[in-house]
Each structure stands twice: as C-alpha cells, then as structure tokens.
C-alpha cells in the first residue's frame, strides 16, 4: 500500500518529504481518496461515451428508418405517377376509339338518311303513279258511262224506229231483228276491249308497286346483316 501510495504520489508530482508530519495511514487516506476520485471520473467518461454511442445508434436507426419511409414513399408516388400515366394513356386510346366509332356512326346515319331519301322518293313516285292510275280508273269509268250512253241512245232510236215502221213489210222487220243483234255484239266488244285495258293497266302497275317493295325490303336487310348493332 505505502508503495502504492508512492507511485501515486510521483504521478501526481507530489513527494513524500513535503509530507513527513503525516503518519502513513494517512497517506494511505489521500491515495484511496485520489483513487477513488480517478476511478468516478473514469466510470463516468466510460458511462458518458456509452450514452453518446447509444444516442449515435438511436439516431442512426431513426434517420435509416426515416430514410427507409421516404424510399417507400418515393416508390409509392412513381407508382401513382406512372398509373396515372397509364390511366392517361388508356383515356387517349379510349377517347380516340370512341371519337373512331363516333364517325363510324356519323357515315352510318348520312347513308341511312340517303337510303331513306331514296326510300322517300320512290314513296312519292309510286304516290305519284297511285294518282295516275286513280285519274286512269276514273276517265275509263267516264268513258265506260259514255259508252252505256250510247247503247242506251241506240237502243231508243231502235224501238222508236221500230214503232214508227210497224207497218212494214216481214222482210225490213227480219232486216232490223238481225241488226238489233250486230249492234249488241259491237257494244259488247267495245266493252270486253276496256275491261281488258283496264287490267292490263292494273297489272303493270301493281308489278311496279310489288317491284319497289321488294327493293325496300332488300335494302333494309342489307343494313341489318351490316351493322346488327345499330337494330339492337
């Protein structure tokens, strides 16, 4: 212990000889003392630099950890971003096959509205032909009246010169008996030729109206077998 003392004496620039009055348990004292002194201060630069590292580490691990949340969240905002780039792009390809199908159905229309312009003409032609063949039925119904007029005007200029010649011989009466027939036949021919015009006229023009029908009815199923959405 005293050479204990001593070293710790001759470290601290201290000598014994400034210290003869004191007795050796006292020394003793002042070395325990420095001692003890040395070791605290070394306990707590030890305890000092374990707290500075662990602060170190708190804070390495905190701004690593913030680090880490910031890479995360970069990620997550260039995911947003190039959905929502991929969003825009499918919008563009939207927009674009809708503005497509938009003048697909704006041609669709102009050639239904000039089918249905053709279809609209053809309807007023057979309307126009309609009254020609309502004028035509009337004028060979006027002429057929005309005709009976003049069977019944013969007919009465027979009788009468049949009751004004009642006196005549056997042979004029034979002679008007076979013209009453002649006069008959050539009002019935006249008959039978109209009756025969008539539905020749009737005929050609219900060809005609069967004829446009039938056109119609080809167009329409040429759009549907075409474009079935547009019926749908």
């Given at each position: 212990?005293?050479?204990?003392?001593?070293?710790?004496?001759?470290?601290?620039?201290?000598?014994?000889?400034?210290?003869?009055?004191?007795?050796?348990?006292?020394?003793?004292?002042?070395?325990?003392?420095?001692?003890?002194?040395?070791?605290?201060?070394?306990?707590?630069?030890?305890?000092?630099?374990?707290?500075?590292?662990?602060?170190?580490?708190?804070?390495?691990?905190?701004?690593?950890?913030?680090?880490?949340?910031?890479?995360?969240?970069?990620?997550?905002?260039?995911?947003?971003?190039?959905?929502?780039?991929?969003?825009?792009?499918?919008?563009?390809e939207l927009i674009k096959?809708?503005?497509?199908?938009?003048?697909?159905?704006?041609?669709?229309?102009?050639?239904?509205?000039?089918?249905?312009?053709?279809?609209?003409?053809?309807?007023?032609?057979?309307?126009?032909?309609?009254?020609?063949?309502?004028?035509?039925?009337?004028?060979?119904?006027?002429?057929?009246?005309?005709?009976?007029?003049?069977?019944?005007?013969?007919?009465?200029?027979?009788?009468?010169?049949?009751?004004?010649?009642?006196?005549?011989?056997?042979?004029?009466?034979?002679?008007?008996?076979?013209?009453?027939?002649?006069?008959?036949?050539?009002?019935?021919?006249?008959?039978?030729?109209?009756?025969?015009?008539?539905?020749?006229?009737?005929?050609?023009?219900?060809?005609?109206?069967?004829?446009?029908?039938?056109?119609?009815?080809?167009?329409?199923?040429?759009?549907i077998v075409e474009q079935p959405d547009?019926?749908?």
């Amino acid at each position: 212990l005293n050479k204990e003392c001593q070293q710790f004496l001759l470290k601290k620039n201290l000598k014994l000889n400034s210290y003869s009055n004191l007795e050796l348990n006292h020394l003793a004292l002042i070395t325990i003392y420095f001692l003890s002194n040395q070791h605290l201060c070394d306990n707590a630069k030890e305890l000092y630099n374990e707290t500075v590292v662990r602060a170190l580490k708190q804070e390495y691990n905190l701004l690593n950890s913030e680090r880490n949340d910031s890479i995360e969240k970069m990620n997550s905002l260039q995911a947003q971003l190039q959905h929502m780039d991929d969003e825009r792009c499918n919008s563009r390809e939207l927009i674009k096959n809708l503005n497509n199908n938009n003048e697909k159905l704006n041609s669709e229309l102009k050639r239904i509205e000039s089918y249905y312009e053709q279809l609209e003409k053809e309807y007023n032609r057979i309307g126009r032909e309609n009254e020609l063949l309502r004028d035509s039925k009337t004028e060979i119904y006027q002429e057929s009246l005309q005709e009976e007029n003049k069977k019944d005007s013969i007919n009465d200029q027979s009788i009468s010169t049949s009751a004004d010649n009642s006196t005549h011989s056997d042979i004029d009466c034979q002679q008007l008996s076979l013209e009453e027939p002649n006069i008959f036949n050539i009002h019935i021919d006249r008959e039978t030729l109209t009756d025969n015009q008539h539905p020749d006229k009737l005929l050609q023009i219900n060809n005609k109206l069967k004829h446009a029908l039938q056109t119609i009815k080809e167009k329409i199923h040429q759009i549907i077998v075409e474009q079935p959405d547009l019926f749908r």
